[in-house]
Protein backbone atom coordinates (compact mmCIF):
# COMPACT_ATOMS: atom_id res chain seq x y z
CA UNK A 1 0.00 0.00 0.00
CA UNK A 2 1.48 3.41 -0.79
CA UNK A 3 2.00 6.14 2.11
CA UNK A 4 0.88 9.66 1.51
CA UNK A 5 2.41 12.58 3.83
CA UNK A 6 -1.08 13.51 4.45
CA UNK A 7 -4.52 11.57 4.73
CA UNK A 8 -8.09 12.97 5.62
CA UNK A 9 -10.77 9.41 5.90
CA UNK A 10 -13.99 9.25 7.27
CA UNK A 11 -16.08 6.44 8.23
CA UNK A 12 -19.18 6.21 9.57
CA UNK A 13 -20.46 3.43 12.11
CA UNK A 14 -22.95 0.96 10.41
CA UNK A 15 -26.05 2.31 11.30
CA UNK A 16 -28.23 -1.05 11.97
CA UNK A 17 -25.25 -2.77 14.46
CA UNK A 18 -23.61 0.50 15.83
CA UNK A 19 -21.54 -1.84 18.87
CA UNK A 20 -20.33 -3.90 16.24
CA UNK A 21 -19.39 -0.52 14.21
CA UNK A 22 -16.64 0.16 16.95
CA UNK A 23 -14.85 -2.94 15.63
CA UNK A 24 -14.84 -1.37 11.87
CA UNK A 25 -13.78 1.67 13.59
CA UNK A 26 -11.03 0.40 14.69
CA UNK A 27 -9.77 -0.93 11.49
CA UNK A 28 -10.82 2.01 9.96
CA UNK A 29 -8.08 3.67 12.31
CA UNK A 30 -5.78 1.69 11.83
CA UNK A 31 -5.51 1.54 8.18
CA UNK A 32 -5.37 5.47 8.40
CA UNK A 33 -2.68 5.20 10.55
CA UNK A 34 -0.43 3.14 8.21
CA UNK A 35 -1.68 5.15 4.99
CA UNK A 36 -0.28 8.40 6.55
CA UNK A 37 3.00 6.79 7.14
CA UNK A 38 2.06 8.26 10.46
CA UNK A 39 5.47 7.54 13.00
CA UNK A 40 3.44 7.65 16.62
CA UNK A 41 2.15 4.11 17.87
CA UNK A 42 -0.72 3.10 15.47
CA UNK A 43 -2.65 1.21 18.82
CA UNK A 44 -2.90 4.27 20.43
CA UNK A 45 -4.43 5.63 17.42
CA UNK A 46 -6.91 2.35 17.18
CA UNK A 47 -7.23 2.68 20.57
CA UNK A 48 -8.10 6.44 20.94
CA UNK A 49 -10.98 5.73 17.84
CA UNK A 50 -12.13 2.75 19.92
CA UNK A 51 -12.84 4.51 23.14
CA UNK A 52 -14.57 7.75 21.13
CA UNK A 53 -16.63 5.92 19.51
CA UNK A 54 -17.74 3.25 22.52
CA UNK A 55 -18.97 6.32 24.43
CA UNK A 56 -20.71 8.04 21.18
CA UNK A 57 -22.41 4.75 20.57
CA UNK A 58 -23.49 4.03 24.80
CA UNK A 59 -23.89 7.81 25.32
CA UNK A 60 -24.37 9.99 22.71
CA UNK A 61 -27.59 9.29 20.09
CA UNK A 62 -27.64 9.63 15.98
CA UNK A 63 -25.20 7.44 13.57
CA UNK A 64 -21.46 8.38 14.89
CA UNK A 65 -18.86 9.66 12.22
CA UNK A 66 -15.08 9.15 12.69
CA UNK A 67 -13.16 11.64 11.37
CA UNK A 68 -9.23 11.10 10.86
CA UNK A 69 -7.19 13.47 9.18
CA UNK A 70 -3.14 13.46 10.01
CA UNK A 71 0.38 12.48 8.89
CA UNK A 72 4.05 11.09 9.40
CA UNK A 73 3.86 13.64 12.81
CA UNK A 74 0.38 13.87 13.71
CA UNK A 75 -3.09 11.99 13.99
CA UNK A 76 -6.65 14.23 14.84
CA UNK A 77 -9.42 11.61 15.62
CA UNK A 78 -12.61 13.16 15.88
CA UNK A 79 -15.72 11.67 16.46
CA UNK A 80 -19.43 13.41 15.84
CA UNK A 81 -22.78 12.07 16.89
CA UNK A 82 -26.12 14.00 17.31
CA UNK A 83 -26.01 14.54 21.29
CA UNK A 84 -26.71 17.82 23.22
CA UNK A 85 -24.61 17.25 26.15
CA UNK A 86 -21.24 17.42 26.55
CA UNK A 87 -19.00 14.63 26.72
CA UNK A 88 -16.95 14.31 30.30
CA UNK A 89 -15.18 12.11 31.90
CA UNK A 90 -17.48 9.64 34.19
CA UNK A 91 -16.58 7.76 37.41
CA UNK A 92 -15.76 5.10 37.13
CA UNK A 93 -14.70 5.23 33.74
CA UNK A 94 -11.56 5.18 32.04
CA UNK A 95 -12.17 6.15 28.23
CA UNK A 96 -11.92 9.65 28.76
CA UNK A 97 -9.03 9.44 30.96
CA UNK A 98 -7.22 7.21 28.71
CA UNK A 99 -7.89 9.59 25.77
CA UNK A 100 -6.06 12.43 27.57
CA UNK A 101 -3.38 10.50 28.64
CA UNK A 102 -3.04 8.95 24.75
CA UNK A 103 -3.15 12.34 23.29
CA UNK A 104 -1.12 15.79 22.91
CA UNK A 105 -4.81 17.31 23.81
CA UNK A 106 -8.79 16.55 23.33
CA UNK A 107 -11.59 18.58 23.65
CA UNK A 108 -15.20 18.81 22.94
CA UNK A 109 -17.14 21.13 20.23
CA UNK A 110 -19.75 21.57 18.98
CA UNK A 111 -20.22 21.53 15.06
CA UNK A 112 -23.13 21.92 12.90
CA UNK A 113 -25.51 20.81 15.50
CA UNK A 114 -23.19 18.03 16.60
CA UNK A 115 -21.08 16.86 19.80
CA UNK A 116 -17.37 16.49 18.22
CA UNK A 117 -14.71 15.01 20.50
CA UNK A 118 -11.39 15.19 19.31
CA UNK A 119 -8.35 14.18 20.18
CA UNK A 120 -4.86 15.06 18.69
CA UNK A 121 -1.84 12.67 18.80
CA UNK A 122 1.30 13.16 18.19
CA UNK A 123 5.22 10.80 16.93
Known amino acids: MARSSLIEAVFSLPENDRRGGVALARDFARRAAQR ?12 VVNELTTDAVCHGSGRPVVHISGGEQQMLVE ?31 ERAGQKVVWCQLTA
Open 79 to 109: VADDAAAHAEPRSPGWGLQLVAVLGESWGVL
Open 36 to 47: CGYRGHHEDVVL
